[in-house]
Each structure stands twice: as C-alpha cells, then as structure tokens.
C-alpha cells in the first residue's frame, strides 16, 4: 500500500490505539484524533475503559509513543441529539436501542468523515473488528473480521455505503490476541486495559439508573401493571425503562414458570410476561434498511440475520417493503425479537446491512405482542 | 518545519540561554547557600541573574524574589499579600479576563475565608479603571494582569492602580504576557508586585520572578529556611534562574528593535488575514495589544477543527488558552469581553516571536486561508 495520510479515530482503548499505531508503523502518516462525546468529569474515578479523560490521556500517549500528532474534537452536542437522547426516548417509549450502531452511523462513520479534510486525510482508520474488501465488479464490502468472536460488523450495520471505500480497519484480520501483542511490543501502555463491554456513557451499567439520574428522565418510569398474554395483571412493574423484551432477571415475580419479558406497551405501561417459549417469533419487520451495497437484494433474498450483538445468526428470507425497511421470515422461530435493536443480514461473512427493529411479527397465537406502531418511530 | 505562531504559550530557549544554563549544570554544583567558595561561585551567578531580572522591569534586585514561575509568583503575591494584611480586610479582586493562576490563588483564599469581587471588561478587552471604585471596602489586594495572554491586550494598570492605591488597595500586577516583549517599569505603573516567567521570553520552563516593592507587606508560603530573603524558601533552581537572568538581559537590550518588527510582521499577518477570511472578527483589535499576538474568529470554522487543520499543515497555533481537555467551550475571557458564543468557540490565537520570519506570515497565510476553507465544511452542531 502507498503512503496514505490517516485519521485514525481513537477511543482511549487498546483496539483503536494499536489500530492507530500499526498504520504510522508501516509508515502512513497518521493523525490521531479522539472525540470528546459526553460525561467527561461527571463520573469521578469511573473504572471504566472508556469516557473519562484518561481515555484522552491513553490515547495521547499513544500518539506520543509513535511520533504522530493527535488532536481531540468536541462531539458533544452531536452525541446527545444523535445517539444518547434517541437511546433514551427509546427505552421511555419501550424500545431498547443499540446506540453504539448510531454512534457509528453518525459520530465515527458520520461526522469523523466530513473531518478528514481537516487533517487532508484520504482514509479514516478505526479499531473495529471488520474487514473492508473490493468486488470484482467493483463494489465494497463489509465482511467479517477473522476473529469471530469479535467480529463488529454487527455495529458498523448503519454506516454508509459510501464511505466504505474510505475506511481502514487494520484489526480486521487479526485475532485480539495478537492485537494485545502487538500493543506490548509497540510499547503502548494501553496493552492490558480491560475491555469495554457497557455503553461508555453508562459507567456501571445502570441503565434506568443513568436515565432517571443523569438526565432526569421522568417518562417512563411510573409502576404499573405487568400482565400475562392474555392481559391479565400478574403484578407490578416498577416503570418500562427497567425492561427490556426478553429480559429474565430483576422481575420480581413469582408465577410457577419462569418469567420472560415478552413485550413493553409503554402508551398502556403495561409490560407482558410469559413463558420462554412465548418470546419465539416467526419474524420482524423493519425500519429503513441502510443497504451496504450498490443496490438492494431482491425479494426472497435468503440471509443469516442476527437481531442482537451476541445472537449468532437465523436462517431467514427478506421482503423488502415499499418504505425501505424489510419484513423478514425466519426459518425458525426466534426467541426475544426487540423492537429498536438491529436486524443485520448477511451473506456468508460479507454484511450486506441492517435495520432496527420496528416489531415482531407472528407469535405462536398469530399475535402482535411489541411497541405500538405509533411508538415505535 | 512547522512554524511556530504559539510563543504566548512558550517560546524556543535562546541559544545564549542554553549555552550559560548548560554550563550552570557542569560548573555550578554547590549549594549557593554554602559559606565556601564553590557556594560563593554558585551565590555570585544568582545574584547576577538577579541583577539582570531586575533591569528587565525597571526594579532594584533586592526586590526579586525568584520562583518556580507565574503561577507559583501569582500565588506567593496574592496569598501572601492578603495573609499579611488579613487585619485590615479579607476581601480581594481580581480583573475577570485574569490568568487562571490568579482565580486559583483566589480560591485559595476563599477557601480560607477571604471573598473576592471580579472587575469586569469591556467589549475590547479593557479593564475599566473607574470599576475599581466599585470595589468593597475591606479589599486589600488586587490583580491585574499587565497584557491579556489570549487577546494582548495591554491593561490601563496605572490608572487602576492609582485609583487602587488611593482606597489603599495593594496591586498584584501578572506580567507574564507583557514582560520582554513591551518595556515594563515597576516605578512607572506604581503596582506593588510585579509577576514574571522566563519561559515566555526565550528563557526556560519552571524559572520565574517576584518583585515586591519596597514596603510591600508580603507573608511567605514556603517556609523553614531563609532562602530568597526568608520570601521563598528552597533550594534555588540555580541553572533556570541563571536562564531567567540571560534571557531577561537579551529581552531588554533588544526589547524595542524587537517589538517594532514583531509589530511589522503582524500588521502584515493581520492585513493577509483580512484578505483571506474577509468576515474574520479580530478581539481587542481597537485596544492597545502586544506587538506579537492575534486573537481573531473565523466565523463558521470551529476552534478545534480549524487547529486540527492548521496542525495538519504545519502551523502551531492555540485556542484561546491551552484546555486539557480540548472541548469547544468558549474562552472565559472572550466571554468576559461579550463575544458572542457562536464567534468565541471559533476564535484562534496566533502569537508571533524572536524566531518568526517574514517567509513564515507568508506561509502562514496560506496555510490559515485554506485551513479556515477546510473547517468551514465541517458543518455539526455545536
């Protein structure tokens, strides 16, 4: 590869560091850049990876560890309105968004773009695990990384086509094993940082917590009724932003079986519960596909969809719908479909995009059981 | 080679300055506090800095007390003033375009006890002398920076410190912009403690004075030892304080050349600016300011994206003061002038020095005019 002039956006975290520092090793000459996103110097002594001026600090001494000039960019505001705000009107209005893919749609994939001029850069460099290839007929693709079990194409689902042809991912290939050897021999101090699992912008993983607390969101957060599948109270749920569909732990009922969360009515504030085997649906249908190709697939295109980070994958056929989003039908039922999570297709290991989830669609009994349509967007 | 328009933040040591501090650290090993003749060699070339710091702003050098630098002067000034006449009041002031060394020597003292009232500024980045008038009574100190770091503009401290001295107020004067780069005369501006950085005039890091004139009621904060007239104890940092001396020395004997060349190549800077971005709006332009600096908003081109651009090309430059953590929060002291937000958060300081060369205003030029094309299509909200 010619020498390319990179931004190399970098967290604080041993991923983007060693993804930043790889490149400016093979001599490209690299620009390190950190966006400042939100709650810095409101979470004291917060251990977490990420967030906190030690991530500025981390990411610093990486770039003086390799001689390239760093700079950190206020994203604030943009990540409030962009991704923190939607991710909390989500859980008010019982959808549980993955903000992480937003954060990339419109911070990392997004604005980090209509950077690089700054720095007169030709590529923006990240530490996802994901791999961009080049088609014979000339497209891009997204494709999984080598190290599945860090694969994160799950969250670059939203990103735009068009900057696929810009974007470097030098972790792609690589295991995060030899990512953590290659910190240590680079000399990076970041090389033993624990990793980051939670939303950076909620240090412990109190999510109602950080909603109620931080932003002093008071929707949502009334008790009311949890009901059976068939609308009968079976108890009191402490507010919708506790729950997500899905959910097992922290219900506080006893009902002889174990209890699911099956669906979150936010409009009635009313929260279902039933049995494992109700969270099983036949498919979904979707909002605005963003398409990582050329052109849309066609109808009854077969895919492996995941409908959440950790989900490996169901064998399912798509329909696109005349307003951009699909309707999926699944081989086999599957178990805990959440409105404002993505749906992401793929073929073989190439991604071919995704969607959040507007609802489900085909419960055992032939019913809706989701947000309502007039909340859900 | 980039070039290097940040000399209010810190400047090149001059040559001189290293050659006499690198042979302070081979040949000056003992304790200028020692009776022997090493000591005596080692007390002989600190007084002869002291000497040479005192020329620079017009005092007598048994009224310099060397410190670690400005931060470390504002706070000795300001503490010790205020502690040594805690009888009289407990009340300070301070101007709001001041250092954060002085709001943090500030806080000090309110922590004690002490209040504090902040005299504000106008839309050109004056301090207006009738607003010490304002002042409660009880108020023993007041500081006052010669010229602002972020705007240079250079402060009516005479007249302030008249009107101060006539309720008895003492004047703390943060000279660490002005010092080396206009003349500075202790007698002159009538103030009782005059602050100064050596770093900010080719000398090194970590070596700066306090002059305290004669009278001047003053309470140290290191204590234990008699070092520096009992003013400021520890051991003296003897190579930077030989620096301190040097570069003061080279500053003065050049003062007015320099000045009048820094000032040339900055109208030439200005007018290209003006060329380039019609609409910029330069801060403190209708006051007095520094011959060296420019604090100037390019509307539409946010700060931090327009020194990542300015970075990338080779220019070194800063927003406002140095912030650690980099956001787009606007400059208290813009704020203070009544820039609005939408302009503060686009605001750069270029400050020019001893090594800028008419090639580098050329150069710089260019590099500013396509940099400002750049951030401005970085449209975000913010």
Redesign the interface.
Same mark, same amino acid.
């Given at each position: 590869m010619s020498r390319l002039r990179v931004l190399a956006a970098m967290s604080g975290g041993v991923d983007s560091a060693v993804a930043a520092a790889l490149l400016a090793e093979q001599g490209h000459e690299v /620009?390190g +850049?950190t966006l400042?996103l939100a709650c810095?110097?409101k979470t004291p002594l917060s251990p977490r990876a990420c967030c906190t001026?030690d991530a500025?600090d981390d990411a610093r001494r990486v770039a003086q560890t390799m001689s390239f000039?760093y700079?950190? +960019? @206020? $994203? !604030?505001? +943009?990540f409030r309105?962009r991704v923190m705000m939607p991710w909390v009107d989500g859980y008010a209005s019982g959808r549980t968004l993955y903000p992480c893919a937003s954060c990339n749609q419109h911070l990392k994939f997004g @604005?980090l773009v /209509?950077?690089m !001029?700054? $720095? $007169?850069a030709d590529r923006l460099a990240t530490g996802h695990y994901a791999r961009v290839t080049r088609e014979p007929d000339g497209s891009w693709a997204l494709r999984r990384a080598a190290d599945a079990g860090k694969d994160q194409t799950y969250a670059l689902a939203l990103i735009p086509y068009a900057v696929l042809g810009r974007v470097l991912f030098p972790l792609g290939e690589l295991e995060k094993t030899a990512v953590r050897a290659h910190a240590q021999r680079l000399g990076l101090s970041c090389w033993d940082k624990p990793e980051s699992q939670d939303l950076c912008f909620v240090p412990d993983g109190d999510y109602a917590g950080y909603i109620t607390g931080q932003l002093g969101e008071t929707r949502g957060t009334a008790p009311g009724a949890f009901v059976d599948e068939r609308g009968a109270r079976v108890g009191t749920h402490r507010g919708v932003i506790h729950y997500t569909v899905g959910q097992r732990k922290g219900l506080g009922v006893a009902l002889g079986e174990r209890q699911y969360v099956l669906g979150i009515d936010a409009a009635a504030n009313t929260v279902t519960l039933g049995p494992r085997a109700a969270l099983a649906r036949a498919g979904l249908v979707t909002e605005r596909v963003n398409w990582l190709l050329p052109t849309a697939p066609a109808a009854g295109t077969r895919v492996l969809a995941r409908i959440r980070y950790n989900h490996a994958g169901a064998a399912a056929t798509l329909e696109p719908h005349a307003d951009g989003g699909v309707e999926l039908r699944f081989d086999e039922p599957q178990l805990a479909v959440t409105p404002g999570q993505l749906a992401v297709f793929y073929d073989g290991d190439r991604c071919l995009g995704g969607a959040p989830i507007r609802e489900a669609v085909g419960t055992p009994r032939g019913l809706r059981v989701s947000a309502p349509a007039a909340l859900a967007r | 080679m980039s070039i290097y328009f940040d000399h209010n933040a810190s400047t090149p040591v001059r040559p001189e300055v290293a050659e006499a501090m690198l042979q302070a650290l081979r040949d000056l090993g003992a304790n200028p506090s020692s009776a022997h003749s090493e000591g005596q060699r080692v007390r002989a070339a600190v007084e002869r800095a002291r000497a040479q710091a005192a020329v620079l702003v017009g005092a007598e050098p048994r009224q310099v007390v060397f410190v670690s630098g400005g931060t470390e002067g504002d706070h000795l000034a300001i503490v010790g003033s205020a502690w040594a006449q805690r009888e009289r009041g407990q009340h300070v002031a301070y101007a709001a375009i001041e250092h954060h060394a002085v709001h943090g020597a500030a806080d000090v003292l309110e922590r004690l006890g002490w209040h504090h009232s902040v005299l504000p500024s106008d839309a050109n980045g004056l301090t207006p002398p009738d607003s010490v008038n304002d002042l409660p009574s009880g108020t023993t100190v007041l500081a006052l920076m010669l010229a602002n770091n972020e705007t240079g503009v250079v402060q009516p401290v005479a007249a302030l410190t008249a009107r101060a001295q006539a309720r008895g107020i003492r004047v703390v004067c943060d000279a660490v912009q002005g010092a080396g780069k206009v003349p500075v005369d202790v007698g002159a501006l009538g103030i009782d403690y005059l602050v100064f950085s050596a770093h900010k005039f080719g000398g090194p890091k970590g070596a700066g004075a306090l002059v305290i004139r004669d009278r001047a009621p003053l309470e140290p904060l290191f204590r234990g030892s008699a070092h520096e007239r009992g003013l400021r104890g520890g051991t003296e940092n003897v190579p930077g304080i030989i620096g301190l001396g040097v570069a003061a020395e080279l500053a003065a004997r050049g003062l007015a050349a320099e000045s009048a060349r820094l000032l040339e190549l900055r109208k030439r800077f200005e007018a290209g600016l003006k060329q380039a971005v019609p609409d910029i709006v330069i801060h403190g332009a209708a006051a007095p300011r520094l011959p060296n600096t420019v604090n100037a908003s390019f509307p539409g081109a946010r700060s931090d994206h327009l020194l990542l651009a300015l970075d990338s090309r080779g220019l070194a430059a800063s927003a406002g003061a140095a912030c650690a953590s980099g956001g787009v929060e606007p400059s208290p002291v813009l704020k203070a002038m009544g820039v609005p937000r939408e302009l503060a958060i686009c605001a750069i300081r270029f400050s020019l020095g001893r090594t800028t060369t008419e090639d580098d205003v050329a150069r710089a030029l260019a590099i500013v005019a396509e940099s400002v094309k750049a951030a401005r299509k970085v449209t975000v909200p913010s």
């Open positions: /620009t +850049v400042r810095y110097g001026l500025i000039p700079h950190i +960019v @206020d $994203a !604030e505001q +943009v309105e @604005d /209509t950077r !001029e700054l $720095a $007169a | -």
